[in-house]
């Protein structure tokens, strides 16, 4: 789907091109969504332009997803997207800054590109060049990455009460931890914050790169929002750096928490193997089939070996509370 955005007196206004139309020569920003390849032709031939395709966007190098041709910037970024649920995904956008036009060709829809596209309709000094949609856009991924990264904190903390709160002083925790849950919870948190520092560095070499271009639409105030930008990031991935580390942390915190319960299992057996032991000793000693037995033939025999039997079994277990070991 094309989608070209013209300027009026409001702001923004979306028209939707076919591959039978003719693209406006107006158009401040050509969006590329998902485009067929007889779409792709069509906006090359218009505007002169090589526009990637999706395997191409995969494909290309890390180091040349920037560069200069014919006077035009071709900057692809690769971005997180899906964030919303349980299987987030890396995905590639390519931006196209030409001398008087912006083209973003895309194979997701990104909710960053929806609020930025809603918010332009009604700011018209926020968009006036190809450049300041640019900057625009880019603005709005990086408050989409801020807003998951506050997430990823607070699910964290959340997660660090749950495994390291104790029950009230006087109170038995009644449920166990479900600690599997405790570490898909864990395990998300790191894959999303893992990728958002991919989105991050990407975001980082495409705003140098930006910031080195002598290109004319990119004028001081679009400059200065570039740069605005490029302290954001900075942040933001210290901060991406630091909830990797807490994760980590907290995948540790859990696996031993998972240790000592384990080990508090084992040791309830090996006190009850221990507790358990003299009395079955005396009982097959008692159950022995000999004629002659000590107190075998006495009428308090019996009472006498259950007694011993008892006796055997709580002497291990008074010794065990005794030293602390229970």
């Known amino acids: 789907m094309i989608s070209c955005f013209l300027l009026d007196d409001q702001g923004l206004q979306r028209r939707v091109v076919t591959a039978q139309d003719t693209l406006p020569e107006a158009a401040l920003w050509i969006d590329l969504l998902e ?29 040349n997803r920037l560069y200069e041709e014919n006077g035009s910037l071709y900057m692809t970024a690769t971005v997180v997207t899906k964030l919303d649920t349980e299987r987030p995904e890396s995905s590639q956008i390519t931006f196209i800054l030409t001398p008087n036009r912006l083209i973003t060709n895309r194979y997701v829809d990104l909710l960053p590109f929806r609020r930025y596209i809603a918010y332009a309709e009604r700011h018209r000094s926020s968009c006036t060049s190809a450049a300041a949609v640019l900057a625009g856009l880019l603005e709005a991924m990086v408050n989409r990455i801020a807003d998951v990264l506050e997430r990823i904190g607070g ?23 479900d600690y599997r849950l405790i570490l898909e919870r864990v ?20 705003l140098a790169f930006l910031q080195q271009s002598n290109h004319p639409l990119l004028t001081p105030e679009v400059r200065s929002r570039l740069k605005s930008l490029v302290r954001d990031v900075t942040q933001m991935s210290d901060h991406a750096a630091f909830l990797a580390n807490k ?34 000793v005396i009982g097959a000693i008692f159950g022995m089939n000999f004629e002659w037995i000590p107190t075998s033939q006495e009428p308090w025999g019996f009472p006498a070996a259950l007694l011993l039997m008892v006796a055997s079994a709580a002497l291990p277990y008074w010794l065990f509370k005794r030293r602390g070991w229970l």
Do not use: C, W, Y
């Open 247 to 280: 994760v980590q942390f907290m995948l540790e915190a859990t696996l031993g928490m998972i240790n000592i319960d384990q080990n508090n299992i084992l040791k309830i057996f090996s006190v009850a193997t221990v507790v358990l032991l003299p009395p079955s």
């Open 187 to 206: 395990g998300r948190n790191g894959d999303l914050t893992s990728k958002a520092r991919e989105t991050l560095a990407s975001l980082t070499r495409l």
């Open 35 to 63: 485009p067929a390849p007889d779409e792709e032709a069509q906006v090359e031939q218009f505007l002169a332009v090589d526009v990637p395709t999706r395997e191409e966007m995969r494909e290309i190098e890390s180091s």
């Open 155 to 177: 699910d964290i903390d959340a997660v660090s009460a749950e495994v390291f709160t104790p029950p009230p002083r006087g109170q038995r925790r009644r449920h166990t931890r």
